[in-house]
């Protein structure tokens, strides 16, 4: 079974500019989340979606950021435009059980992105 | 005061040695407990649940006290292959929540 796999797995930007991250979960796994570690900083989560909705964005730090999942596969966490603190390691993580009944989450490799 | 804090660390042991991870949590809410390892600049896996009754996998024992809300992480007979970060993680709803993670050196 192949795992959660995120693209790209850099991203040098400059502030301003907008970048998307996306990220795949693993086939059958209806819950997507994305999370956040910045350099010094725990990892952090943004938000939780089950198929294509939006269950929890209480994380998402403003409104520079949309996370969206068209069709309830793939993932996509655009930041526009982005700022000098937006740089970290951005996580991808999938689960397959239903909210509400705990399940192991399992994380992809990251996009580490710089903003300069 | 920070959701899940850890000890600050590193801790550096030799092979063999038997080292102790501590975790506390503020979320008296928190549901589910787990033992996260991170190596270097790859993604966190889960390690191991922590139960309220203990439990063991291996060389590694988790026990939980929601009284104390405190967690613990045992490693027995350490091995070089267990360096890393290990990361304390409550859930709270479907969120994890993290801490910032304890650094393990193991040296022959």
Same mark, same amino acid.
């Given at each position: 079974e192949a795992g959660v796999t995120q693209f790209p797995s850099h991203s040098v930007i400059e502030k301003g500019q907008t970048v998307t991250l996306r990220c795949d979960p693993i086939s059958g796994h209806d819950n997507l989340y994305w999370y956040r570690r910045v350099m010094g900083k725990e990892i952090k989560f943004l938000l939780h979606f089950v198929k294509e909705s939006?269950? *929890?964005?209480?994380?998402?730090?403003?409104?520079?950021f949309l996370a969206e999942r068209t069709g309830g596969t793939y993932s996509t966490l655009k930041v526009?435009?982005?700022?000098?603190? *937006?740089?970290g390691v951005y996580f991808c993580a999938s689960s397959r059980r239903p909210q509400g009944v705990t399940d192991t989450q399992y994380f992809g490799p990251g996009t580490r992105l710089t903003v300069l | 005061r920070k959701e899940v804090e850890q000890d600050p660390g590193p801790f550096n042991v030799p092979e063999g040695a038997t080292v102790a991870f501590n975790c506390t949590y503020?979320?008296?809410?928190?549901?589910s407990f787990f033992w996260y390892r991170q190596d270097c600049r790859k993604e966190p896996k889960l390690l191991m649940s922590v139960y309220s009754s203990g439990n063991e996998d291996g060389r590694f024992t988790a026990q939980l006290n929601r009284a104390s809300q405190y967690i613990s992480l045992l490693i027995r007979d350490s091995k070089l292959s267990d360096s890393a970060t290990y990361l304390c993680v409550v859930q709270a709803g479907t969120a994890l929540i993290f801490g910032k993670g304890t650094t393990l050196s193991v040296s022959s």
């Open positions: 939006k269950q *929890d964005e209480s994380g998402m730090p403003n409104n520079r526009q435009p982005a700022e000098l603190e *937006d740089s | 503020s979320n008296s809410a928190s549901q």
